[in-house]
C-alpha cells in the first residue's frame, strides 16, 4: 500500500503540470511552414477561452498562392499554456469528441504563441465547422473557435 502511495505521490506533480511551458521540448511542432505570397482566407473564427484559461486569437484556414493550405493562428493568439500537449484540431462541432474519429482532424501540437501556420493536406473537409485548442495530457479543452 506504501508503494502505491509513493508512485500516486511521485505522479502529481506530472498530472498538474503536464501541459505547462516546455521549453526546448524536442516534440514541439516545425510551425516555420513556408506560405508563399499573398494568403486567401477560406473560412476563420474567433476563440472562445475554456477551462479557465485565457486563451484568445484568431484561427483561420487558408491558402497561399501555391494552393497549399494552412491552419493560420493570429499573431494575437495565446493559451494558458501554449506548449506542451496543448493541440489544434479542426471538428465538426465546439467538442472535441475523440471517440468519434470522423468528428475530427488533428492539425498539430502548438509550441509557442503568436502567428504560426500548420501546413494540411488539401482544403478540409467541410464537415469541420469548428477549430479547438486542447489539452491532450489534462484532456480538456482550451478553447474553440466556429469558422465561418
Do not use: R
Not at 500500500?1 to 514541439?28: H, R, V
Amino acid at each position: 500500500m506504501k508503494s502505491i502511495l509513493k508512485i500516486l505521490l511521485a505522479l502529481t506533480p506530472i498530472l498538474f503540470f503536464s501541459c505547462e511551458d516546455n521549453e526546448g521540448n524536442p516534440s514541439a511542432p516545425d510551425d516555420n511552414m513556408e506560405v508563399m505570397g499573398e494568403i486567401e482566407v477560406i473560412k476563420a473564427g474567433t476563440l472562445t477561452a475554456q477551462s479557465s484559461t485565457n486563451t484568445m486569437g484568431i484561427v483561420s484556414i487558408v491558402k497561399d498562392k501555391d494552393g497549399k493550405y494552412f491552419v493560420q493562428l493570429s499573431d494575437t493568439f495565446t493559451t494558458k499554456f501554449s506548449t506542451g500537449t496543448v493541440t489544434v484540431y479542426l471538428a465538426t462541432s465546439q467538442t472535441l469528441a475523440l471517440s468519434n474519429s470522423a468528428s475530427f482532424q488533428l492539425v498539430s501540437i502548438v509550441g509557442k504563441p503568436g502567428e504560426q501556420f500548420f501546413s494540411l493536406p488539401g482544403l478540409p473537409d467541410s464537415k469541420f465547422t469548428h477549430a479547438i485548442i486542447w489539452c491532450g495530457a489534462a484532456a480538456i479543452p482550451f478553447g474553440f473557435a466556429p469558422l465561418n
